[in-house]
């Protein structure tokens, strides 16, 4: 399995601040105008350009709130946001943006390819660009075998993979994912998860809203926790996920003479008998992509999503070799033809033996078939032989 990039060595292509948040609060009135709910109360936070953000909170903390404020859906009632430099309700700052909402709200008789190709057109995209973004996005979901069935029709995991699409059709600077991987099967999770790694790596801003905590651990440089529309801590995923009051030792495996050396000796240097010793294990999800991948030989088409498919080319941009070029490799079925994708070289057909060939036929053929047929021939050769002797006048 392909290991995924370390923080490190994920690097950001600019220090570039594309969103600045200052003391934003948003407080919800009734018909009265009297204060109902106070959804956000006076958060701070930047986010950088190539930098993967976390939005992380339990349900009412205040997610969903921030988020449309960023997209200048709503208005904040106090506070100041500024994205790429402006404010989130300039024009052309939207068209930078790229948002996949929590519910996909879609035109239910349009099919895959009339879906990408309308929110294209709202872009002032070029037709035969949008028709070439279309084909790419729709075969980088994976729903290139139902790009003619209606969207009405597909399940929810489907239509988060067009709502994706459609997300990313303008080729944004910056994306807002509200649970992305909402009803996805896991391997549509780790590859949206690589997807995200890859526009990172190009430079690309993304703000991750999701209750699927590992989907967070696995992509994002920093995260955000609220609560009660307060921001309850924030830093990168070292910073809130180490514990400082414990060590872990990573080692070969050890013969029970050296682990009691090792255990007595961290025991007297500790002064502690809490002292645990377990062996590594892989997570559910790699051992569920690991099987995948070895019945993947057996697999066979579908009319509905399927893995495994090389992020679009236009999203790739002129990243080189990188993470882009790697994406998937686990999945992915290689850009060199298989051993079942080329084809032999045609030899020369030799001379045909009628009669060896007559010979195979009938070994072939199943026994009671041979009976059958050989009196029907032997009868048809002997009125083609009276036929010719009647020509020939004997």
């Not at 080329?342 to 030899?347: D, I, N, W, Y």
């Not at 009669?355 to 021939?377: F, G, V």
Request: proline letters at 4%; one cysteine or more.
């Amino acid at each position: 399995m392909a290991a995924w990039p370390s923080e490190e060595s994920r690097k950001m292509s600019s220090t570039e601040t594309v969103i600045s948040v200052q003391a934003l609060s948003k407080v919800f009135k009734d018909f009265w105008g009297r204060p109902k709910a106070r959804a956000v109360d006076g958060i701070d936070f930047d986010v950088k350009q190539g930098e993967v953000f976390g939005l992380l909170g339990p349900n009412g903390s205040g997610k969903s709130t921030t988020v449309k404020m960023l997209l200048g859906l709503l208005y904040p009632s106090s506070g100041r946001i500024s994205v790429f430099g402006h404010s989130p309700r300039h024009v052309q700052t939207k068209s930078r943006i790229g948002y996949l909402p929590e519910e996909s709200y879609l035109y239910r008789y349009l099919n895959s390819e009339e879906t990408v190709d309308f929110f294209g057109s709202l872009f002032h995209i070029d037709s035969k660009e949008r028709r070439d973004r279309a084909d790419q996005l729709i075969e980088m979901v994976g729903l290139e075998n139902a790009r003619r069935r209606h969207v009405g029709e597909f399940s929810k995991g489907m239509q988060r993979r067009i709502g994706l699409a459609q997300a990313l059709i303008n080729d944004p600077d910056l994306i807002i994912l509200d649970e992305p991987t909402s009803g996805l099967d896991p391997i549509g999770c780790r590859e949206i998860k690589d997807l995200i790694l890859t526009l990172a790596e190009r430079g690309k801003t993304v703000i991750l809203s999701s209750h699927l905590l590992a989907d967070v651990e696995d992509v994002c440089d920093r995260a955000m926790i609220l609560y009660g529309g307060k921001v309850q801590a924030m830093g990168t995923m070292s910073e809130l996920l180490s514990d400082r009051d414990a060590t872990r030792i990573t080692s070969p495996s050890l013969s029970r003479e050296t682990m009691d050396k090792v255990l007595n000796l961290i025991r007297e240097d500790t002064q502690s008998q809490e002292v645990r010793v377990d062996n590594p294990t892989q997570n559910l999800e790699s051992l569920f992509l690991s099987i995948v991948e070895q019945a993947r030989k057996k697999e066979s088409e579908t009319s509905g999503a399927t893995s495994g498919h090389r992020v679009a080319e236009y999203l790739r941009g002129n990243a080189g070799e990188n993470h882009a070029d790697r994406l998937l490799d686990h999945l992915t079925r290689s850009a060199e033809p298989t051993h079942s994708q080329v084809k032999a070289p045609t030899p020369t057909a030799p001379a045909i033996d009628e009669d060896k060939l007559a010979n195979l036929a009938k070994q072939d053929e199943p026994e009671a078939l041979t009976k059958t047929s050989t009196p029907k021939k032997e009868e048809n050769v002997d009125k083609a032989n009276d036929k010719l002797s009647g020509l020939l006048g004997d």
